[in-house]
Nanobody
Framework: QTQLAESGGGLVQPGGSLKLSCAASGFTLAPYAVGWFRQVPGKEREGLSCVSSSEGTTYYSDSVKGRFAISRDNSKNTVYLQMSSLEPEDTAVYFC?????????????????????????WGKGTLVTVSA
């Protein structure tokens, strides 16, 4: 069965850190660009950070730039999102998505719903709660 699975979510205090993982099974993640997204009830899904297949290019939204870092370990078929200086506003369900082709840039993949909703794979999400 081919799927993406997020893990690493949980409850963290403001100012704390978490590292999310996005693991692929049933297929090789290396040829895919991967993005991290989040969503809160009643709001649109928000692109946070995306990385190209070769890790040559990364993109961060303004809301997470300087606080989050995306990386990938193709030997482990996994992409990570290291989150630091977490704020209550970061509380959301976090998703990862993988897309092989059909997008002009990793920024477009993150910012434009036309591209990220066309991703080849989506995970089911992991909940991150930032609260004292």
């Amino acid at each position: 069965q081919t799927q993406l699975a997020e893990s690493g979510g949980g409850l963290v205090q403001p100012g704390g850190s978490l590292k999310l993982s996005c693991a692929a099974s049933g297929f090789t993640l290396a040829p895919y660009a991967v993005g991290w997204f989040r969503q809160v009830p009643g709001k649109e899904r928000e692109g946070l950070s995306c990385v190209s297949s070769s890790e040559g290019t990364t993109y961060y939204s303004d809301s997470v730039k300087g606080r989050f870092a995306i990386s990938r370990d193709n030997s482990k078929n996994t992409v990570y999102l290291q989150m630091s200086s977490l704020e209550p506003e970061d509380t959301a369900v976090y998703f990862c998505a993988a897309i092989k082709t059909g997008f002009p840039s990793v920024q477009a993949l993150c910012d434009d719903p036309r591209y990220y909703y066309a991703a080849d794979y989506w995970g089911k999400g992991t909940l991150v709660t930032v609260s004292a």
